[in-house]
């Protein structure tokens, strides 16, 4: 074999030997490239499950504080006639006075820390909680006993379960008149209920979330107090 054949065998194969090389380099940089793009989609995935978890666990804790009272019922039907078909105890009814009331605490307690989570997050589920609250404050007496009687254990969340309680806002400040009457003994709570009915009364429309949020704020020393 002549020497200028050996020479172009061997640039021929040094020329396939760094095509060979440059495709194999290519088809690790498509690997490289797959996987970046793989890692980027499933970072961007986790960014948005991150981003709306928040919303979930807000959308799960209304349904847990509005439902959770369920689970008792299923073992205690005959609870159920106090709270949805608006019967009053009775001390011959099978349920003890002391049982009615601890459901309607139970109840109320749930119900204000849906209103108050309502008030403080936007992403709350707040339209579906409002009719659950406003569904079982009108037709149990037990729970409008208890929140009237109280009134003081429900700081944040009271006015705007006055109002879910009742059909007009002037029943509303009625209830509040009542209320200051009966806090006569105590004069921060009843500074406290008189500083609502004036809030309440300045207020264009009872709307029990714009209420709840007032409440919030002025617990944080937020709002502007309504002068007399």
């Known amino acids: 074999m002549s020497t200028e054949m050996l020479i172009s065998l061997l640039t021929f194969g040094g020329t396939l030997l760094l095509v060979v090389t440059g495709l194999l380099n290519f088809s690790v940089f498509l690997r490289q490239l797959r996987a970046a793009r793989e890692q980027l989609e499933t970072a961007r995935r986790q ?11 807000l959308v799960q804790r209304a349904m847990d504080e509005t439902s959770d009272h369920l689970r008792i019922l299923v073992d205690r039907p005959y609870l159920r006639p106090y709270f949805y078909d608006n019967k009053r105890w009775n001390e011959e009814d099978k349920a003890s006075g002391d049982e009615v009331k601890a459901f309607a605490e139970l109840l109320l307690n749930n119900f204000a820390s849906a209103i108050i989570h309502s008030a403080a997050f936007p992403q709350y589920p707040v339209r579906s909680v409002e009719q659950t609250i406003r569904f079982h404050l009108r037709n149990s007496p037990a729970l409008r006993d208890f929140l009237m009687e109280g009134f003081e254990r429900f700081q944040l969340a009271g006015l705007a379960l006055l109002c ?3 059909e007009t806002k002037e029943e509303t400040e009625q209830d509040l008149h009542d209320l200051i009457k009966t806090s006569s003994n105590d004069e921060r709570e009843r500074s406290r209920r008189a500083g609502l009915l004036r809030h309440l009364q300045s207020a264009d429309k009872a709307d029990p979330i714009e209420l709840a949020k007032y409440s919030l704020e002025a617990a944080q020393g937020v709002a502007q107090p309504v002068s007399d």
Not at 47 to 57: G, T, V
């Open 47 to 57: 960014l948005e499950s991150a981003r709306q978890q928040p919303e979930i666990q």
């Open 164 to 166: 879910l309680k009742n």
